[in-house]
């Protein structure tokens, strides 16, 4: 083994390591980078692939993108010449939960401690905002950066809503008013991702984690026994149950992907629609002019909610790994310096409405109204902010069996009862499956 030509995928395309080259990178090393063509497209990445060849001109980069990462590149993880660098993301991203227990994923620890590229006397841990590491950390080991901040909350067109005169629902009464009223003009209060209702998971437990406390995520991270059944998630079951029951949903939406749905509430069909701070750029093509998309955080079952109305879910989002069997690790951890400097970070929230996770990466930037409420609603949610991660653990647990009971939900063919009890049988059987690694949220 050894020696700067064995491409037997140990990372072993190595320079000399410097302060100017803190991975060791080969400076005629190819690098190849796959990229999930979903609501970001590619062309950041383009971007960035640019600013490293600005450094190293004399490597390659081999570019592509598609929307079925898994089908794609599964077949070259298990054959040994995966990509060098991967955004898995999407519908058909690989279960990294499986990846990380499969020793597929380099450790990117040595990126946290590297200098920042244009930050100086920081390195590139001190210049991301809360949360980037332990979204990405498994067992403490750091093997997953995603490079987007986002928001998940419930959007609305403040055009639509200024001229009807309608104010944004703080309490859940509230909205089952403002629901009423908005169905009495013609309109469908609600719209979602009928073909993925696990978008719909996501407000559901973000109201039962203001209720009952922040435990309620951490429960349902750590597999606890009924951790679907508690309290707070039955309180906030029976009210999301309302929406279904009083009509309050767009005939056909069980129908409709998540493209069709947005654009539905695009077209003012329908006035509330679930989803994350990615909204405003995967529709810019149909969202009409002078439409103002704005996000808010779920409206509050009542006073004794354990946080106020302004906490809200935001998490670092858009996973990219390095590959352990990559013929260029150095390359690929390079390349993430490369995305998380703040020339790579501001080119990145310019050309895709949505936030770096670098941190004040979004000053001075001229933002669309989406990503402008975005930037508004976090700092409000401020340390009151929240997320759960059980999605990144048990990818399965989320995009199937969750999101199965989600569609029997929302599409009324089951009772709160009946779908908590769905969601925890999910739980429970990955919870028993002594072939599934399990992860402790610490």
């Known amino acids: ?23 060791g990178v080969k400076v005629d090393a190819p690098l190849e980078v796959v990229i999930f063509n979903g609501g970001y497209g590619e062309d950041y990445a383009k971007a960035h692939e640019a600013m490293y060849t600005e450094k190293y001109p004399k490597a390659k980069i081999t570019h592509s993108a598609t929307q079925e990462i898994s089908k794609t590149l599964q077949p070259r993880f298990v054959d040994g010449s995966p990509p060098d660098v991967v955004n898995n993301s999407g519908a058909g991203q690989i279960d990294q939960g499986g990846l990380v227990s499969q020793g597929a994923l380099s450790d990117l620890t040595e990126l946290l401690g590297a200098p920042s590229l244009d930050v100086p006397g920081k390195t590139v841990k001190d210049t991301l905002l809360p949360g980037v590491v332990e979204v990405g950390s498994y067992d403490g080991k750091f093997f997953v950066l995603n490079i987007s901040y986002t928001a998940y909350g419930i959007w609305y067109s403040t055009k639509l809503f200024t001229d009807k005169g309608w104010a944004y629902p703080k309490t859940w009464d509230e909205h089952i008013a403002l629901c009423k009223t908005i169905k009495a003009a013609g309109i469908a209060p609600w719209t979602y991702a009928g073909k993925h209702p696990r978008y719909m998971s996501w407000p559901v437990i973000a109201t039962a984690i203001k209720f009952g406390g922040l435990g309620v995520a951490e429960a349902i991270d750590n597999l606890e026994p009924n951790a679907w059944k508690s309290d707070a998630m039955k309180a906030s079951a029976d009210a999301w149950h309302q929406i279904v029951k009083d009509g309050f949903i767009l005939p056909g939406t069980p129908g409709l992907d998540h493209v069709q749905s947005q654009t539905e509430w695009c077209r003012g069909k329908a006035a509330f629609i679930s989803c994350g701070s990615w909204l405003e750029n995967e529709q810019k093509a149909v969202t009409p002019a002078g439409f103002n998309m704005s996000v808010a955080p779920t409206p509050s079952l009542g006073a004794s909610d354990k ?27 390079e390349y993430f310096r490369t995305m998380l400097s703040m020339k790579g970070a501001k080119d990145f929230t ?36 929240f997320n759960w991660v059980y999605q990144n653990y048990y990818r399965k647990l989320e995009r199937e069996l969750v999101d199965a009971a989600c569609g029997e939900f929302f599409s009324g063919r089951i009772g709160p009862a009946e779908f908590l009890d769905q969601c925890q049988k999910g739980a429970d059987s990955i919870a028993s499956d002594s072939s599934i690694k399990k992860y402790k949220r610490a």
């Open 1 to 23: 083994m050894g020696g700067d030509d064995d491409d037997s995928g140990t990372g072993s395309e190595r320079g000399e390591k410097t302060t100017e080259n803190p991975f």
């Open 307 to 333: 946080l106020p109305f302004e906490a809200m879910r935001g998490t670092a989002s858009e996973p990219f790994i390095v590959p352990a069997k990559a013929k260029n690790v150095p390359g690929g951890l």
């Open 350 to 385: 310019q050309k895709v409405s949505a936030l770096s996770v670098v941190a004040g990466s979004a000053d001075g930037a001229t933002l669309g109204p989406g990503l402008s409420s975005v930037v508004k609603a976090l700092d409000a949610s401020g340390a009151n902010g």
